[in-house]
């Protein structure tokens, strides 16, 4: 596509509820980013995936959260048994190259209540 | 590791008045260097970024940033602002051996007719 999809835009769910983010990259970019952004703080990286490398989990910030990229492309960030401190904006994006600068989506806002 | 300063959290400018947005960071190896802009109610976008070269690199709307190795800075500038400049900048700092980067926690430019 022509950039970086992300849905739901918004998603809100009771504690304690799994919910499931979609990012859908840019065509043919290999590196594709998972980043979350609290309200007034800066982006805090979560996972990374480069081709068929292993992907870098070290930003999760628990074992609730997960991420699968399914045939190098769309990839699913999973996040079991919600608390309200997920409550944030998850950002995903993706690049050609180490050196290439990110394109984001739009994000998902994500309430928890 | 690497870590990212962005020493003023809010700047207010008036128009056409210079601005310069501070960003120090702190790495072992080498880095490459980016600033993200995030115009109100939408999403990051690319604003410029340094990977070799020229130490002193522009983004097609007037604002230049300059690598400084000596003090791990990286700070952005503009000589003359608009009001459509009002936005959150982050500044963000990618090892050259690794694919993620990392944020800052934002600047947020407000500028006043």
């Known amino acids: 596509g022509a950039g970086v999809s992300q849905s739901p835009s918004n998603k809100v769910t009771e504690k304690g509820k799994d919910v499931e983010l979609r990012c859908d990259p840019i065509s043919g970019h290999t590196a594709l980013y998972w980043y979350r952004q609290s309200l007034g703080q800066g982006l805090e990286f979560l996972i990374y995936?480069?081709?068929?490398?292993?992907?870098?989990k070290s930003g999760l910030p628990s074992d609730r959260f997960s991420a699968e990229r399914t045939g190098g492309s769309v990839s699913t960030l999973t996040i079991q048994r919600t608390q309200q401190e997920d409550s944030a904006v998850y950002l995903c994006a993706s690049s050609t190259a180490l050196t290439g600068g990110y394109t984001f989506g739009s994000g998902t806002r994500l309430t928890v209540v | 590791a690497q870590s990212v300063t962005q020493l003023d959290s809010q700047v207010p400018v008036f128009e056409e008045a210079p601005v310069e947005l501070r960003c120090n960071y702190s790495?072992?190896?080498?880095?490459?260097l980016f600033w993200y802009v995030q115009y109100p109610n939408q999403g990051l976008q690319l604003l410029l970024k340094y990977l070799s070269g020229s130490t002193l690199v522009e983004s097609i709307n007037g604002f230049e940033a300059e690598f400084n190795k000596s003090q791990t800075s990286f700070h952005l500038r503009k000589p003359s602002v608009h009001i459509s400049d009002t936005a959150e900048y982050f500044c963000?700092?990618?090892?050259?051996?690794?694919?993620?980067?990392?944020f800052g926690d934002g600047t947020t430019l407000t500028v006043k007719p």
């Open positions: 790495s072992s190896v080498s880095v490459y």
């Open positions: 995936f480069q081709g068929n490398s292993a992907p870098d």
């Open positions: 963000a700092v990618m090892n050259t051996n690794a694919g993620k980067s990392t």
